[in-house]
T-cell receptor, first 113, second 109 residues
Framework: SQTIHQWPATLVQPVGSPLSLECTVE??????LYWYRQAAGRGLQLLFY??????ISSEVPQNLSASRPQDRQFILSSKKLLLSDSGFYLC????????????FGDGTRLSIL | QKEVEQNSGPLSVPEGAIASLNCTYS??????FFWYRQYSGKSPELIMS????GDKEDGRFTAQLNKASQYVSLLIRDSQPSDSATYLC?????????FGGGTRLMVKP
């Protein structure tokens, strides 16, 4: 069966510091991969998605970036965090064939001080 | 701009009652429809998928889809306190999901 791993679970960072969040998927090949952010009490905002290695589409222009160095690895980065980057970051995967749902990792709760 | 609308709630129902959660969407090209449950502080969990008009039942859950009215609903029978969570409606076109803001359900013992 497929599993998705995200780490770390929680992170507290000062303003202006860099960020790297990692997500890996097991048990499937060539998945679609997604990064979402959920602000407190709000809906899910799609940040990036990827249909293959090195292929990244950005939905929201901001100081975040994403990379997919391997088929089942998706990384969310920032060079300098802002206070507004606080939130719950979720990685998700879906199969590429047909109308498939997305499955989420456990998320990373990021607090910026 | 694709939109998915849900009443934010909270929807409060007594234990054992039927909870009815509703969702409308704007894009007639939408192909697939999903319901996710999200407990406080946790990630969304897929609970139902529906692809064609009509009803789909899975245990205590029934999803209903009406593409002509652009309307999706989720019924939870015999509601339990453990069903208390936020329920997210998601509408798919191609590889992309558009999520509603979620409805918070509270089931009172």
């Amino acid at each position: 069966s497929q599993t998705i791993h995200q780490w770390p679970a929680t992170l507290v960072q000062p303003v202006g510091s860099p960020l790297s969040l990692e997500c890996t998927v097991e048990g499937t090949s060539n998945p679609n991969l997604y990064w979402y952010r959920q602000a407190a009490g709000r809906g899910l905002q799609l940040l990036f998605y990827s249909v293959g290695i090195g292929q990244i589409s950005s939905e929201v222009p901001q100081n975040l970036s994403a990379s997919r160095p391997q088929d089942r690895q998706f990384i969310l980065s920032s060079k300098k965090l802002l206070l507004s980057d606080s939130g719950f970051y979720l990685c998700a995967w879906s199969a590429t064939s047909g109308s498939q749902p997305q499955h989420f990792g456990d998320g990373t709760r990021l607090s910026i001080l | 701009q694709k939109e998915v609308e849900q009443n934010s709630g909270p929807l409060s129902v007594p234990e054992g009652a039927i909870a009815s959660l509703n969702c409308t969407y704007s894009d007639r090209g939408s192909q697939s429809f999903f319901w996710y449950r999200q407990y406080s502080g946790k990630s969304p969990e897929l609970i139902m998928s529906i692809y064609s008009n009509g009803d789909k039942e899975d245990g205590r859950f029934t999803a209903q889809l009406n593409k002509a009215s652009q309307y999706v609903s989720l019924l939870i029978r015999d509601s339990q306190p453990s069903d208390s969570a936020t329920y997210l409606c998601a509408v798919q076109e191609d590889n992309m999901l558009t999520f509603g803001g979620g409805t918070r359900l509270m089931v009172k013992p």
